[in-house]
């Protein structure tokens, strides 16, 4: 663990209040700049007068922000916020990233030790800054955390005892650029991996994500629904080799879109922790959806209403279409993530009855998938929900599953999905299955 003299911070939201309370702490000098309260000129200023030993960072601030090029050039290290806490951490490491699935994961994975009679506390992406989380509960037997790329894009030293890479779909390539660059910085978890931890992938990705991580140490154990994989998911059970270890059914992981990833990559983070299936098993059966994840709001007249405002990307509509079956009334657009809107054409048009597109990508959604469904431009959330719930028939499903971020219409995903819930006329803490 090394100590700072002074450390400059970028971003003061949470995550930058929380590094500012852990440095401070240890009697360290530190100076923040945001983008809400400060200029560059004024972040130029300090950088020509103060010597600084760190620059903190959030995850909002891209590598190729101004203001990191700026302290780049400066020669200041960036550390992120993330690593800064992990370095300051009790026990062993749970790590998960991946396009999509990290909170139910990590949220699963953190339960099932907790009922192994383990103390286990969540931290990072999934809402509590890990500066937080290791002040908080500075005695832990495992820290579970949620990494974002945008995390990753700073990260050094980080490593956990246990990593493990969901998938990787299509997303944030606004940032990240290409999908190579996007999978590159995902495979940085491993990097730093030593003798003794476990890099948990996908079978289908195992062998490039090798590549990516040049000097992983780590033991590479594979995961999904091919037989092949160390851990693979079949008929509601996941296997380790031939032998079953978590027998899922009767729970919300019992489908091939959960099972196959989510319950096969928790098994394999259970075998490598060293803690038996039955605690995963009673932390499956007693799982309550995340809010905004698949999550079933209401059922008025036989037809369901589905909150998956969480989905921000163009895979997490797949995803979320795969669990939901047929006839399927889709409410989808905002504010677009990428480019390439065709790829999930044929499971559109396999499944959905109707489309509703709102925001600022609703016309060249409208656009890119014309004919492949019946479809209307309705711009609103609310014209959306008038318009489903017109055309929707019992035994159908309406399915906010936007597959962009929110940010033209909304604060963020959460008030998206709970203004779906308000003009559903249903609650949006209620459970549901989770993706």
């Not at 490039?208 to 998911?233: C, E, M, N, V």
């Not at 075998?271 to 809010?291: E, N, Q, Y």
Request: net charge negative; with cysteine.
């Amino acid at each position: 663990m090394e100590n700072y003299r002074t450390a400059l911070i970028l971003g003061y939201g949470r995550s930058g209040k929380a590094a500012e309370r852990l440095l401070q702490s240890e009697g360290t000098e530190t100076m923040v700049f945001s983008e809400e309260n400060s200029s560059f000129t004024d972040l130029q200023k300090a950088l020509a007068g103060e010597v600084f030993d760190v620059c903190v960072v959030s995850p909002g601030f891209a590598l190729s922000h101004p203001w990191l090029i700026a302290v780049c050039s400066a020669g200041i290290p960036l550390l992120s916020e993330l690593e800064l806490g992990w370095s300051r951490r009790s026990g062993k490491v749970v790590a998960v990233t991946g396009s999509n699935g990290k909170s139910t994961a990590v949220k699963w994975i953190a339960e099932s030790l907790q009922q192994a009679g383990l103390r286990a506390a969540i931290g990072g992406n999934y809402g509590v800054p890990v500066s937080e989380v290791v002040m908080d509960e500075p005695v832990l037997d495992w820290l579970v955390i949620e990494v974002s790329s945008f995390q990753l894009e700073t990260a050094v030293n980080f490593r956990a005892d246990a990593g493990v890479l969901l998938n990787v779909l299509p997303n944030h390539l606004d940032r990240h650029g290409t999908m190579e660059n996007y999978r590159q910085t995902k495979a940085r978890m491993f990097r730093q991996s030593v003798d003794g931890d476990c890099c948990i992938v996908p079978y289908e990705l195992s062998r490039t994500l090798k590549a990516d991580a040049p000097g992983a140490q780590g033991r590479w154990i594979t995961f999904g629904a091919d037989p092949a994989a160390d851990y693979s998911y079949r008929g509601g059970m996941v296997f380790r080799g031939e032998e079953e270890f978590l027998d899922l059914n009767g729970t919300p992981f019992a489908n091939e879109v959960l099972g196959g990833c989510t319950g096969a990559a928790v098994g394999a983070v259970m075998g490598a922790c060293g803690i038996g299936s039955a605690a995963a098993v009673a932390a499956a059966r007693r799982f309550t959806a995340l809010p905004h994840r698949l999550q079933t709001i209401a059922e008025i007249d036989g037809v369901k209403y589905i909150n998956d405002s969480k989905a921000t990307n163009l895979a997490a509509i797949a995803t979320a279409l795969q669990a939901c079956g047929n006839r399927i009334h889709l409410i989808a657009g905002g504010r677009a993530k990428e480019s390439d809107f065709t790829f999930i054409k044929e499971i559109l048009a396999e499944r959905v009855s109707g489309l509703y597109l709102i925001g600022e990508a609703s016309r060249t959604m409208e656009a890119a998938w014309k004919g492949v469904c019946p479809s209307v431009e309705c711009g609103t959330m609310e014209e959306a929900v008038n318009c489903a719930r017109a055309a929707a028939k019992s035994g159908d499903t309406v399915l906010l599953s936007p597959g962009c971020a929110s940010f033209d219409q909304f604060q963020n995903f959460e008030q998206r999905g709970e203004r779906f819930a308000e003009l559903v006329g249903g609650s949006p803490d209620s459970g549901g299955a989770s993706a």
